[in-house]
């Protein structure tokens, strides 16, 4: 069995981080966003790789931001061929323990409601909704739906 393994995100990762955004987002953050996070001292970006053959291969990646004593999980997707099989679960339960190690108490995002494995894997981990933010997201108009964790 592969070995999967989190750890911090860096200036090597933005690359194969780019293809999973492009893949996965219908607005994707470019990669000066991304290098903008890796800069940012609030924020904290871990990837997900797996020691696949010929060589390591990054899966999945999130970015979060520390703000006080809470988290605002900004963005985690999966490779598509990987997704399903409960890598998003496994990087998003681990980046929290780091959050709550780190004197994190509160973990929270946004959700477009036309998310439903988001809202899932959300659920499955213990976010509740708190709220919503009407017409968020500018592409659609979308309502954004809050949801938020205790640490």
């Known amino acids: 069995m592969e070995r999967i393994t989190i750890s911090k995100m860096t200036r090597n990762h933005v690359k194969p981080v780019l293809s999973i955004e492009g893949s996965s987002f219908k607005h994707p953050w470019s990669k000066l966003s ?12 871990f990837v997900l790789t797996t ?4 060589q390591e291969q990054l899966i999945a990646y999130l970015c979060m931001r520390e703000i006080a004593d809470e988290v605002h999980i900004l963005k985690i997707a999966v490779k598509s061929v990987y997704r399903h099989k409960g890598l998003g679960f496994h990087l998003l339960n ?5 959050a709550a190690q780190n004197r994190i108490k509160t973990a929270f995002l946004e959700v477009r409601p036309s998310n439903v494995s988001g809202l899932f894997l959300y659920r499955k981990v ?5 709220g919503k933010r ?18």
């Open 126 to 130: 213990g976010f509740q909704i708190i």
């Open 134 to 151: 009407p017409k968020y997201y500018m592409d659609t108009g979308e309502d954004a739906i809050i949801m938020t964790k205790s640490l």
């Open 94 to 98: 681990g980046c929290l323990k780091f």
């Open 34 to 45: 991304f290098l903008n996070e890796l800069s940012n001292e609030h924020a904290h970006n």
């Open 51 to 54: 020691d696949q053959e010929p």
